[in-house]
């Protein structure tokens, strides 16, 4: 990895592969520029949260925080001027925390709609029928319910 | 592979693994002696602080999956709640945030170009701010003190009386159900992040009087480096906090 690096930053800045550290140097004015794009963002973002779009209001906050973190990995810790190795460490780690969250969530978010066992026929989010469960019993006995049952839109009006 | 070539480099400079005194101009005083070249001492912990940085990355991940699970099963609970966070508040710790990052990027640039004065400047305003964002994390918190909400059983109990028993119709907002797990996750997640700052003005401190001591020059700034990279993480982690937890909705 180390050949890499230096045999490109000898490309780029010619210096001879002479074990030195020749790190790559950006104008002062590109880091201005830098930060004003990420304060452009966060105006952006603030924006953004006042205006009603359901389940997208979510999904443009983490797009746009997920630009503001790009700019700072890539240029503030130069991850693009830096050993590969590294960023593919940095990547590595965002890819562990997807799994982390594909599977926990696909777990939490989907309790109480398969497993009749337990009287979890329902959404644990809105109280609603989930298909394939038992039907409900005439009288149900809310307090023998595992938590998130009773929880989210009814209870909380 | 690297390996390899890393070797092959020193061998050529070393000779026949001849003793390191004998070039005393390849290995210059910054130089640990189990290092072949001032690069592959340098790579090597900027190696080493990507490792941490990941390992940080997946310990905050913890935070962020609580977070998610208890945003998917109570959303409306987390919509109010958010409302009760101060919103100037937050976006201005953002800005004071990036800006910091900035100025320990603009740190890192001058210890590159070799500019002792500019580098300790940048460094302190980078402190400097790192100290406003907790003064203003401070208000805030101490207004959710004040207002009784407070994570977990202690919820809806106000401030001054921590140790007494937790009255049942106590004066708390008209809160949905669950408010309690929204300012459980509000006060871990703002206080791991604030753990992080509190650590990250100690260790620009240390980098700041070792700069002062004269321990770095253009062809040694690796602790500036690497300290930047560790406050440019706390920033990182703010960035997501901040829309995840102030602007919902």
């Not at chain 1, 924006?47 to 389940?55: C, R, T, W």
């Not at chain 1, 990547?91 to 309790?111: P, V």
């Not at chain 2, 101060?86 to 945030?97: A, E, W």
Request: contains cysteine.
């Amino acid at each position: 990895m180390s050949e890499i690096v230096s045999t490109n930053q000898a490309e780029i800045h010619e210096h001879p592969d002479d074990g030195a550290v020749h790190a790559h140097i950006s104008p002062w004015q590109f880091y201005v520029k830098i930060f004003l794009g990420l304060v452009c963002l966060t105006l952006l973002t603030i924006g953004v949260a006042y205006i009603h779009l359901g389940k997208l209001n979510l999904i443009v906050a983490i797009v746009i925080a997920t630009l503001k973190a790009s700019l700072v990995v890539t240029f503030f810790m130069h991850l693009k001027y830096d050993n590969k190795f590294n960023a593919l460490m940095f990547l590595s780690a965002l890819l562990f925390i997807g799994i982390f969250f594909a599977y926990t969530m696909n777990d939490t978010d989907h309790r109480g709609q398969i497993d009749s066992a337990q009287g979890t026929e329902r959404y644990s989010g809105n109280g609603k029928m989930a298909p394939g469960g038992e039907q409900p019993l005439e009288h149900e006995d809310d307090s023998k319910m595992p938590m998130h049952r009773t929880v989210g839109g009814s209870e909380t009006k | 592979m690297s390996t390899e070539a890393a070797t092959e480099v020193a061998s050529s400079e070393h000779g026949d693994g001849a003793g390191h005194d004998d070039h005393a101009h390849a290995h210059p005083k910054f130089l640990a002696h189990h290092f072949d070249t001032p690069l592959q001492q340098f790579e090597t912990a900027k190696l080493g602080m990507w490792a941490f940085l990941a390992q940080e990355l997946l310990f905050f991940s913890g935070l962020f999956v609580a977070y998610g699970i208890y945003r998917s099963w109570y959303p409306e609970t987390f919509a109010v709640c958010s409302h009760l966070l101060s919103r100037p508040m937050g976006g201005g710790n953002t800005i004071v945030l990036l800006f910091s990052s900035w100025t320990a990027a603009m740190a890192v640039r001058a210890a590159q170009l070799g500019q002792k004065k500019n580098t300790s400047r940048f460094l302190l305003v980078t402190i400097f701010c790192a100290f406003i964002f907790l003064f203003i994390k401070y208000l805030e918190w101490g207004h959710k003190f004040h207002e009784g909400l407070l994570p977990g059983h202690y919820f809806g109990h106000q401030y001054g009386g921590f140790f007494g028993a937790i009255p049942a119709d106590a004066e708390v907002p008209d809160l949905p159900a669950k408010a309690h797990i929204f300012f459980g996750i509000y006060f871990i997640m703002t206080g791991v992040h604030a753990l992080h700052v509190i650590v990250g003005i100690g260790v620009l401190i240390w980098i700041w009087r070792r700069n002062e001591r004269g321990d770095f020059s253009k062809e040694y700034f690796t602790a500036v480096d690497l300290a930047a990279l560790y406050w440019h993480l706390v920033d990182l982690i703010w960035i997501y906090l901040f829309p995840l937890l102030y602007l919902i909705d």
